[in-house]
Nanobody
Framework: QVQLVESGGGLVQPGGSLRLSCAAS????????MGWYRQAPGKQRELVAI???????NYADSAKGRFTISRDAAKNTLYLQMNSLKPEDTAVYYC?????WGQGIQVTISS
């Protein structure tokens, strides 16, 4: 089991940017993929972006061209850079590794 702690959320105006971080309790990046998910009120949790052990990134259609997933193995940290944010990006964002979840971080896009 690995502990995951998200940070970097908050309230941003439409068109703004945020960078989420997910700190892992141990080095896991070279083993299995890691991903960012989000859950908006009244909706199911959905995949936003995933990065493979080889560093290949894949994105949900809603995130393509605006979000970038990356990792820093030396810091055991996963990132999600989110640009051109829209109100529909408002959700609780979670990082995931092999069934382990962080506590989630609120992202609110509003003017």
């Amino acid at each position: 089991q690995v502990q995951l702690v998200e940070s970097g959320g908050g309230l941003v105006q439409p068109g703004g940017s945020l960078r989420l971080s997910c700190a892992a309790s141990r080095n896991i990046f070279n083993i299995y993929p890691m991903g960012w998910y989000r859950q908006a009120p009244g909706k199911q949790r959905e995949l936003v972006a995933i990065i493979t052990r080889g560093g290949i990134a894949n994105y949900a259609d809603s995130a393509k061209g605006r979000f970038t997933i990356s990792r820093d193995a030396a810091k055991n940290t996963l990132y999600l850079q989110m640009n051109s944010l829209k109100p529909e990006d408002t959700a609780v964002y979670y990082c995931n590794y092999q069934g382990d979840w962080g506590q989630g971080i609120q992202v609110t896009i509003s003017s």
